[in-house]
């Protein structure tokens, strides 16, 4: 079974601040990873996902990911927080190549920006 | 590209009554489709996995019955919430993932439901 652990219900970060976000992930086998973002009151946007090769995946709006297989963690950074970027963050993780293409997502951390 | 368009954005009926919720892929085909809820402040649950032409597969614990899944075409999956009751009242929200080319979901911008 798969699982995702989160850090942190709520982080917030001042402006221009460095943003991390913790993701720690459970898998019998090499996972896909994800991480999402939520608006209030609208859907998910795929901020960026690791599947094979390169571990350190950048992704939209300046956010990068590391996939660290030994410590089981896909964290999500950005050198500098913006207003914009106050919003819920999920990250998820798929067995997708072994048959298992279901998302199963993290309890999300909201992060606030403070200006 | 990859576009899901999910309708309404929010709902309110009366207890008892259906409610019927559409989820589309707008640029792509996708064979499958999933259904998930999410209340207030937190994650997202998956309820079903919605299959092109054949039945839905439902996660453990939710209801078959109640809430009805149909996904007659490769762009148009719908869940049907049957009786609502107040306690169904939730965040209701589709994903759509892409036939070949490559992998990953597109979700709907959801639908909130309120049962009153």
């Known amino acids: 079974a798969q699982s995702v652990t989160q850090l942190g219900s709520h982080v917030s970060v001042s402006e221009g601040a460095l943003v991390l976000l913790r993701c720690n992930y459970s898998?019998?086998?090499?996972?896909?990873l994800f991480w999402y973002v939520q608006y209030p009151n609208q859907g998910l946007q795929l901020l960026l996902k690791?599947?094979?090769?390169?571990?350190l995946v950048k992704g939209i709006n300046g956010f990068e990911a590391e996939f660290k297989k030994s410590e089981t963690s896909f964290h999500l950074t950005k050198p500098s927080a913006h207003m914009s970027d106050a919003a819920e963050y999920f990250c998820?993780?798929?067995?997708?190549?072994?048959?298992?293409?279901?998302?199963?997502f993290g309890t999300g951390t909201r992060l606030t920006i403070i200006p | 590209g990859a576009v899901v368009s999910q309708h309404p954005s929010w709902v309110i009926c009366k207890s008892g009554t259906s409610v019927k919720i559409e989820c589309r892929s707008l640029?792509?085909?996708?064979?499958?489709m999933f259904w998930y809820r999410q209340f207030p402040k937190q994650s997202l649950m998956l309820m079903a996995t919605?299959?092109?032409?054949?039945?839905?597969?439902?996660e453990q614990g939710v209801e078959k019955d109640k809430f009805l899944i149909n996904h007659a075409s490769l762009t148009l999956s719908t869940l049907t919430v049957t009786s609502a009751h107040p306690e169904d009242s939730s965040f209701y929200i589709c994903?759509?993932?892409?036939?070949?080319?490559?992998?990953?979901?597109?979700f709907g911008s959801g639908t909130r439901l309120t049962v009153v």
């Open positions: 640029d792509f085909q996708a064979t499958t």
């Open positions: 919605s299959n092109e032409g054949s039945k839905a597969t439902y």
């Open positions: 898998s019998s086998v090499p996972p896909y």
């Open positions: 690791y599947t094979t090769g390169a571990t």
């Open positions: 994903s759509a993932r892409r036939d070949g080319g490559g992998y990953g979901y597109t």
């Open positions: 998820a993780v798929s067995d997708y190549d072994f048959g298992n293409e279901k998302l199963t």
